[in-house]
């Protein structure tokens, strides 16, 4: 295993970049801690496949360095990073038994035969399919062909890394929390560095110690999943992250306060001296509350998911969400809703402009 660093990278499809936005990658500087558990987030077309493959080394980046423990290995090939990688749909010899799926990795590197044993029984035990080893592969049920896949990505003990790369696709629904809760056991067991990439929030957050928050090619945040909720750094993360996400709401700024709608609105801690932009407030529902004094609203929707209300208002042309617990107003009713101070942030850009 190894620490991964990412240095300047950049990457463009184009042949000739010339702006910003002919690069899918634009700026990555990022350490991958030896033994972490990574999940890398982010929605379709962000980049997430694009810099899989620069570590894996089926794509040169345009710029920059890629380095293990310090070597430089941007020019080495996929086979000498010595890397696993686990793919969204499974990838293993139907006409093998299982045992044979999972030592396939190993025999094919000449490992002892006594270790490769030690090794699937190992595997096979921590994914619950040791009672399957002498069944053919054709034959086991979809999340048990992946769980295989999975087996085989693992079962190597000297790999830098394993990547996942959205690997609960086809898994149905209700196995989808056993795949997920069992792959963070494993990377409790085996240690390995592991990257999981998705665009799925909770899949991302239950496996992740450290989660890297791409957009629009960039890394808009990483922390673990408490903070991302806790302080985004950035909207498309409050937004992104949450259900529903932040609320984010245009504002002005004034005499370095801000305003909603033409009412101040206090603020988690002063605003930073260099903000400047299109400036917003960034809320998240779960501290918008109904009382006594407040801003001017009216209900538009409320939805009852169950463990609360999610109630949907109007203030001024700018609707927001609020999870309220208890007693709910009804559409149509005018309310008066307060913000949590020191849950309220300004953004300016997008980025976060509010200090603590
Ligand atoms: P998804 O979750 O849909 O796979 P992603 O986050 O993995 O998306 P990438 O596949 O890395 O994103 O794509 C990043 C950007 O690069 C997108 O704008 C995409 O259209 C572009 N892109 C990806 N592959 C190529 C390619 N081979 N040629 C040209 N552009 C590409």
């Known amino acids: 295993m190894a620490k991964i660093t990412l240095s300047n990278l950049r990457h463009s499809y184009y042949p000739a970049p010339e702006k910003r936005d002919d690069y899918a990658l634009k700026n990555i500087d990022l350490d991958w801690e030896d033994g972490g558990a990574y999940a890398l987030l982010g929605p379709s077309g962000c980049g997430k496949t694009t810099l899989l493959n620069i570590i894996s080394g089926l794509l040169t980046p345009s710029e920059g360095r890629i380095l293990f423990d310090g070597k430089d290995v941007t020019d080495w090939t996929p086979g000498r990073r010595n890397i696993a990688q686990v793919f969204q749909f499974p990838v293993i010899y139907d006409t093998m038994t299982v045992y044979d799926n999972l030592a396939f990795p190993l025999r094919n590197r000449g490992v002892d035969p006594a270790h490769i044993d030690r090794r699937v029984q190992e595997i096979a035990r921590l994914l619950e399919v040791e009672n399957m080893l002498d069944r053919r592969a054709s034959g086991l049920s979809p999340d048990n062909k992946q769980k295989l896949s999975m087996g085989r990505g693992l079962v190597r003990d000297d790999v830098n890394v394993v990547m996942f790369d959205e690997p609960l696709t086809v898994i149905d629904p209700h196995l989808k929390w056993k795949l997920r809760s069992k792959l963070k056991e494993l990377h409790q067991r085996v240690k390995h560095t592991m990257i999981y990439v998705t665009h799925d929030q909770t899949e991302a957050l239950t496996f992740a110690?450290?989660?890297?928050?791409?957009?629009?090619?960039?890394?808009?945040?990483?922390?673990?999943?408490?903070?991302?909720?806790?302080?985004?750094?950035?909207?498309?993360?409050?937004?992104?992250?949450?259900?529903?996400g932040m609320n984010v709401l245009p504002c002005e700024l004034r005499n370095r306060g801000a305003f909603f709608q033409g009412s101040p609105v206090p603020l988690e801690g002063p605003v930073r001296a260099d903000a400047s932009g299109r400036a917003e407030i960034g809320i998240r529902p779960e501290f918008v509350t109904i009382s006594d004094a407040g801003l001017d609203a009216v209900v538009v929707k409320v939805s009852d998911v169950g463990r609360h209300n999610v109630v949907q208002a109007m203030v001024g042309d700018t609707k927001l969400a609020a999870i309220i617990e208890g007693d709910v107003p009804h559409k149509g009713e005018s309310v008066k809703l307060s913000f949590r101070q020191d849950q309220t942030r300004l953004y300016c850009d997008g980025w976060l402009a509010t200090e603590i």
């Open 209 to 244: 110690d450290q989660v890297v928050v791409m957009d629009e090619g960039e890394i808009v945040q990483i922390g673990t999943p408490v903070d991302l909720f806790a302080r985004p750094a950035h909207t498309f993360v409050g937004h992104f992250i949450g259900s529903p």
